[in-house]
């Protein structure tokens, strides 16, 4: 029965594509784990040790577009089956950005813990939490496939963006205070964007799943509450003044 | 003669497909122009502009995405073809986050004009000429399906990445001598940030179109020069000192 055997291998090859996408979301949670630690523990070799690693999950993205090319260009597949495929290649592109941003955390750890320490950062531990739960709820969603589940990860990041906004208002704060934190405040400010992308990542991978299930778009508009990028810390004769201007244009 | 029927009306659908591509990729490269005029002129009316057309950018991609999907579908495309469909997918993906970088620029610039003024920021136009410059090229390689020019992008792509390495540690300088320049400072690292991640979506492109014509990848490593995950800027008493720690890890 050739047909039966040639079905079983096309499961046996979506599984395998799908065991790559666990491994390349398993090896993101855990980059983005150790960057971090490399971070509050001022640790180079383990900054290091991120860095190396990430040629790894190159190497994954990769293999997943090849494997995704062989099932289309051998397997046809339709409907929900091509949605699987190219939602593998979408989510597998994901997954290899959150570990870059990753790496460059952990490039990041080795120049901060050679500037004068700034006051603890401990918002950065708080939004990495944030963003590795992220990573791991649309992981289950994606394994269980279930789209409710990745609307409530998509949901969610909104209070990632909100931790994001006031870091960053609070380190520029800093730095006006003490320009030796500068450099320090910099890098760590580059730090939490990081963190914030990994999140947003984390939503796309989120719409994916639900459009991988149901077929169509997550259409309503998403709560973005990230206001960094309109937001403006001036220094007044009485300490530091903030100031924010009319609503963000986005 | 219905086989060429299907024949004709395939080859008009990846016309259409390519079409949009181009279209995405003019529209990226106006987004960022004007998105810098806004930075220049602090013109708050460009920037709203800039942002209010990034959702055209969107719908674009998205409808890139579902003719892909319906060409995979309906044509079961093998070989060369098959990459030009899934390289439109991917390009279509670059160029929407182009844009995305574009309208965060515009936001930015739109608090920045608010900040005290920093010296002239020449860089800021300096290094997103280098940007419009990629885009061009890699849409012209694109459209001739070009390899070597595609290529030719990929490599370009250090210069930007030098420029941005020396406005970083410039910027730092300007905001440790004088507390007033943070905010606008911090903004402007931003801008350039996205400029340079703006280069390495070009070089993305770059490497797709390689792939597209050629079926391998481009596997020598690309130079990659952006240093700034690793400076450090330190004030002395004789002024600002700067000091470099060794190789980057990457």
Chains 1, 2 share one sequence.
Not at 5 to 19: F, G, M, P, Q, T
Not at 50 to 64: C, K, L, P, S, T
Not at 146 to 169: C, G, H, N
């Amino acid at each position: 029965m050739p047909s039966e055997h040639i079905v079983k291998s096309y499961d046996e090859e979506l599984d395998r594509l799908n065991k790559n996408i666990i491994m390349l979301g398993g090896m993101a949670e855990t980059q983005l784990a150790t960057a971090i630690q490399a971070v509050t523990r001022r640790d180079a070799e383990l900054a290091a040790e991120v860095v190396r690693n990430d040629v790894a999950a190159d190497q994954i993205d990769r293999e997943v577009e090849t494997q995704v090319l062989r099932l289309l260009a051998l397997r046809q597949p339709m409907a929900r089956d091509l949605r699987e495929i190219i939602s593998a290649l979408k989510i597998s592109a994901d997954l290899e950005r959150i570990c870059d941003y990753a790496a460059n955390i952990a490039k990041r750890s080795i120049a901060l813990a050679q500037a004068p320490m700034v006051r603890p950062i401990n918002a950065v531990p708080r939004m990495a939490k944030l963003a590795q739960r992220e990573i791991a709820d649309v992981l289950d969603a994606y394994i269980q496939r279930d789209p409710e589940k990745a609307r409530e990860v998509w949901l969610s990041d909104e209070e990632l963006d909100d931790v994001y906004t006031s870091l960053f208002r609070e380190l520029l704060t800093y730095m006006m205070e003490d320009p030796r934190s500068i450099t320090g405040g910099t890098h760590v400010l580059f730090i939490a964007k990081n963190i914030e992308r990994i999140g947003d990542h984390a939503t796309n991978i989120a719409e994916t799943v639900y459009y991988l299930i149901h077929g169509v778009h997550l259409t309503e508009s998403r709560p973005k509450k990230d206001r960094s990028s309109s937001s403006v810390v001036l220094p007044g004769p009485s300490g530091v003044v903030e100031t924010e201007e009319g609503p963000d244009p986005s």
